[in-house]
Structures are given as structure tokens and as C-alpha cells.
């Protein structure tokens, strides 16, 4: 069975500063790896996608993320964060033997200093 | 293109009541997923549907939770005598035919208290 790990539940950074989100998945084939952001009240909205490919895959909002499959991280990255980027961040994985669902890790909690 | 839609976006219900919610998935996608999400915690699968086909349902918490896409296009999520612990957000999402390297669109979500 797939799972996910967020190590980090959160993370403050100041605006203007470079971010990281750690995700590190479990799965025995070639995964589907997602990364959703979700604010307050908002449904989930879909920042990026990886499933074959060049590994570091570009997102919107300025996000990027790197599949790295010795680590089996998907970690996802911003050069220079905004105070609109507080949110939650949910990193998951796919499963194509699994009626396409999709695991979820707990989640990091970004929070903007400014 | 409207997004998913849920409605209703807020119910509040007493324990052992019924209660359905239902999701108006991206129009031209084929399959729709329902998911639960609980305060701090990420979305958890419940079922998915690839047109009126329910593929899989494994995951259903229980007996008392049920769903349906009877025309291949909104479905609705029951639960049937609600307990406290059903307290939650219910999530929808939809795709495109080609599985999971069309990404999922999650609607705003129905959240349920049960008093």
C-alpha cells in the first residue's frame, strides 16, 4: 500500500525567502506525485504533477518540485515566497492498481512572515 | 468550465439523521471521486467512479455510507444515521479519462457537524 510523510506539520518563513515542502512517499512502482495547496475555507487546488519525465517538473505560482527516486522525495520549492502563499500544502501520490486514488500526507502549514 | 461543485457547502444535523450531499463534477470529466478530510488531517479516499461505474468502494467507512452516479454525471454521497464522528469535510474531485495523468479538481467541499 501507498503512504505519504510530511515530516514537517510547520513551517514559518519570511517573505522573500526561499521555501522547501518535504515529502517523501512509499510505493512499489513508478508513482503518480502530486502537490495540492489548500487556504483557509478554499477547496484544494492543484500546484503540480509528476509521472514520468524530466524530474524537476514546474508548477503554478511560481512553485517547482524535484522527484528524486533514490530518496523517494518529491520535494516542492519557491525561490521567493509571497504573503499569499500561507496555506496548507498536501503532497500525495497515485495509485493506478488502487481505483486511481489518491494518499495524502498530514499536510505542512505555511505561515508568512513579513 | 465551472469548476466542481458541491452543495450543499454547510450541514448541520443531529445524530442518527440521513443526509445527502451532492457533486456536479467538470463537465466533460468521466470519473469523480469522493474523499473525507477531518480538521488537520489530509484527504482520505472514500470511492470512485469512471461514468456510472462505481469501481471502487472498499473504502467506505461503513455500511451506512453509500454513493451514487446514476446517470453518469453529479453524484451523491449518503450517510445514513449519522454518528458525531462523521463530523468532517466530504470532498469531491473529477478527471479526465486518462486516470491519474489527468490530475484531479477537488471542489469547495460539504462540511458536516453532527450535533
Known amino acids: 500500500a501507498q503512504s505519504v510523510t510530511q515530516p514537517d506539520i510547520h513551517i514559518t518563513v519570511s517573505e522573500g525567502a526561499s521555501l522547501e515542502l518535504r515529502c517523501n512517499y512509499s510505493y512499489g512502482a513508478t508513482p503518480y506525485l502530486f502537490w495540492y495547496v489548500q487556504s483557509p475555507g478554499q477547496g484544494l487546488q492543484l500546484l503540480l504533477k509528476?509521472?514520468?519525465?524530466?524530474?524537476l517538473v514546474q508548477g503554478i505560482k511560481g512553485f517547482e518540485a524535484e522527484f528524486k527516486r533514490s530518496q523517494s522525495s518529491f520535494n516542492l520549492r519557491k525561490p521567493s515566497v509571497h504573503w499569499s502563499d500561507a496555506a496548507e500544502y498536501f503532497c500525495?501520490?497515485?495509485?493506478?492498481?488502487?481505483?486511481?486514488?489518491?494518499?495524502f500526507g498530514g499536510g505542512t502549514r505555511l505561515m508568512v512572515k513579513p | 468550465d465551472t469548476g466542481v461543485s458541491q452543495n450543499p457547502r454547510h450541514k448541520i444535523t443531529k445524530r442518527g439523521q440521513n443526509v445527502t450531499f451532492r457533486c456536479d463534477p467538470i463537465s466533460e470529466h468521466n470519473r469523480l471521486y469522493w474523499y473525507r478530510q477531518t480538521l488537520g488531517q489530509g484527504p482520505e479516499f472514500l470511492t470512485y467512479?469512471?461514468?456510472?461505474?462505481?469501481?471502487?468502494k472498499s473504502r467506505l467507512l461503513s455500511d451506512r455510507f453509500s454513493a451514487e452516479r446514476p446517470k453518469g454525471s453529479f453524484s451523491t454521497l449518503e450517510i445514513q444515521r449519522t454518528e458525531q464522528g462523521d463530523s468532517a469535510m466530504y470532498l469531491c474531485?473529477?478527471?479526465?479519462?486518462?486516470?491519474?495523468?489527468?490530475?484531479?479538481?477537488f471542489g469547495p467541499g460539504t462540511r458536516l457537524t453532527v450535533l
Open positions: 500525495a501520490v497515485g495509485a493506478s492498481d488502487a481505483g486511481n486514488m489518491l494518499t
Open positions: 467512479f469512471q461514468n456510472e461505474a462505481q469501481l471502487e
Open positions: 474531485a473529477s478527471s479526465g479519462q486518462w486516470g491519474l495523468k489527468d490530475a484531479q479538481y
Open positions: 509528476y509521472f514520468s519525465g524530466d524530474t
